[in-house]
């Protein structure tokens, strides 16, 4: 190691770099702040090396880039080694490590820490507060964030406002905007920041018009809202379909001298797509343009879900041919919704040469590709890449990833591997189920026949089955032919769907194949008298 060290320190000596920062340590923490924003490790580590041998690398202000740095490049080993090195009477190493973890986005690790810090015995300081608070917001974890509130409480921190905008955006990310409001009612001094936080947990969780009544009521404190409060307000109406106060929202940001940007319009777009108002998204990307703005990735990754679920391939295929011309297609978040757009239009051959041309790909990438192969009857191919993304890049592994998995093996009637897998889920990536998995595996045995494994699954299940639960063992019985099962199917879904023909039709042509016309008859007879009438199916693939 040593000799490494005096190797790398070597080459460091003769560079530009070393002769720029004998003149000004400044240089060498712009420099590797500069390396942790490109992911450039080996230039970081070079400057490291060049630290310790001057016995600078554990000083706070060095310790502290160079923690940033690694957690940045995703080398969270050599992160915590630097904070071990760090004394440990200095309280601000903990600032660092969880300070780190928490901006770049480890939000467990960051939790981690702190739980360290607390079995130490050290004291809760406010610079450590907000970084905790923004991990419990991310990790939706409301029980440690209220804990934090009552030491916030306890320690007198609630005159800080940071802290304070931390605990709001805490409240409102977990879903909580009663109690985020309460925290912001009691603020000593009011604050933009903190009134941006309460606009964005109101136009998050449906209330926008609270949001804009807050705001209104803030500019009485000559709190004014800029464009950020603004773009979020957008956002939250544009999300509800309110298309009338859209366009109020941006008259009133005219007046108030503030000028739409592409986040605005992005807002809009975004919003319309949410509900599924995709030819009104097309419209507004149009405006967009003519009113002079020029769309960026996060336009384009809003936009091209509308392509994907109206099947349009002209247009996904003109955006694609956009994010070229504006040099954006290498973008990850452009690639990965290029890839979910092709994969679920059903070209599948167009989706996997982007994905094979992706050099470093997310998890949406990846669930992208593996839903695409699964829906489109490619089942072995979505279950060979999954076993490739859980040996690559296992951590990115998600819930969606299982479910698409699970949809592959309910498709290709694997059950045991399905089996494994729903086990895998839990024991080794910890993820708990949610009713989407359940479904998956009830489809799976029900279709494979297992059908009183099937039910069993629904009756254990942690919360109430919903109509896919129920519908996918009503399916499975009708396969097969188990008309007390189907019974018990129906009845739920009745209770789910009440207005819903189809189910009792299913029900109705399953004792059809027995010959039990007499049933059949009081079924229809049934669905005439209450009116009920079967959901119709639609396409949306438009013909040339």
Request: glycine share 6%; net charge positive.
């Amino acid at each position: 190691m040593q000799s490494l060290i005096r190797s790398i320190t070597s080459q460091f000596r003769t560079s530009f770099i070393y002769r720029s920062f004998q003149s000004s340590p400044r240089i060498c923490t712009d420099l590797i702040q500069r390396y942790a924003h490109d992911r450039a490790l080996n230039q970081g580590k070079i400057i490291h090396a060049h630290l310790i041998v001057n016995g600078l690398a554990n000083s706070t202000h060095f310790a502290s880039n160079l923690i940033s740095f690694y957690t940045l490049t995703n080398h969270l080993c050599n992160a915590r080694k630097l904070f071990d090195e760090i004394p440990e009477s200095n309280i601000a190493r903990w600032i660092l490590l969880i300070g780190a973890y928490s901006r770049c986005g480890f939000y467990q690790e960051a939790l981690t820490v702190f739980h360290e810090m607390q079995n130490h015995g050290l004291r809760l300081n406010k610079f450590v507060v907000p970084s905790v608070l923004r991990a419990c917001a991310h990790l939706y974890d409301l029980r440690i964030g209220k804990i934090l509130h009552s030491l916030i409480l306890r320690y007198s921190f609630q005159s800080d406002i940071v802290v304070v905008t931390a605990l709001i955006d805490m409240y409102c990310r977990c879903g909580d905007v009663e109690n985020g409001r309460r925290v912001f009612d009691t603020m000593e001094q009011f604050d933009l920041g903190a009134l941006n936080a309460m606009v964005l947990g109101y136009a998050q969780h449906g209330f926008a018009k609270e949001g804009f009544h807050l705001v209104d009521q803030m500019q009485m404190f000559n709190i004014k809202p800029n464009l950020v409060t603004w773009n979020t307000l957008i956002s939250g109406f544009a999300k509800a379909g309110d298309q009338v106060m859209v366009s109020k929202l941006f008259q009133i940001m005219f007046i108030n001298g503030v000028e739409p940007d592409v986040v605005s319009w992005t807002s809009v777009i975004s919003g319309y797509v949410h509900n599924f108002h995709n030819q009104a998204a097309f419209h507004a990307f149009k405006q967009m343009l003519e009113y002079g703005f020029y769309p960026n990735s996060a336009t384009i990754t809003s936009l091209l879900p509308a392509c994907a679920s109206i099947t349009n391939a002209r247009i996904g295929r003109a955006l694609h041919g956009y994010t070229l011309v504006i040099g954006i297609e290498e973008d990850i978040h452009a690639r990965s919704a290029l890839v979910d757009m092709y994969a679920k239009s059903g070209f599948i051959s167009e989706a996997k040469m982007m994905f094979s041309k992706m050099t470093v790909r997310n998890t949406v990438t990846w669930n992208s590709m593996i839903f695409g192969y699964a829906n489109h009857g490619y089942c072995n191919e979505a279950i060979e890449l999954f076993n490739h993304m859980e040996k690559l890049e296992g951590e990115k592994l998600d819930y969606l990833s299982f479910m698409a998995v699970l949809t592959a093996c309910s498709h290709a009637g694997i059950v045991q591997m399905g089996k494994s897998l729903f086990l895998l889920m839990q024991e080794k990536y910890k993820i708990v189920p949610r009713l989407e998995h359940y479904a998956c595996m009830v489809d799976l045995l029900g279709r494979a026949g297992n059908l009183s494994e099937a039910y069993d699954i629904i009756k254990t299940m942690p919360m109430k089955p919903d109509r896919f639960a129920w519908g996918a063992l009503l399916g499975a019985c009708r396969i097969h032919g188990d008309i007390e099962l189907a019974e018990i199917a129906a009845r739920n879904l009745a209770e789910l769907e009440p207005g819903n023909a189809g189910n009792n039709m299913l029900l109705s042509n399953l004792y059809a194949h027995t010959g039990s016309w007499e049933i059949v008859a009081r079924y229809k007879s049934k669905i005439k008298r209450h009116k009920l009438r079967k959901l119709s199916g639609c396409s949306w693939i438009e013909t040339t």
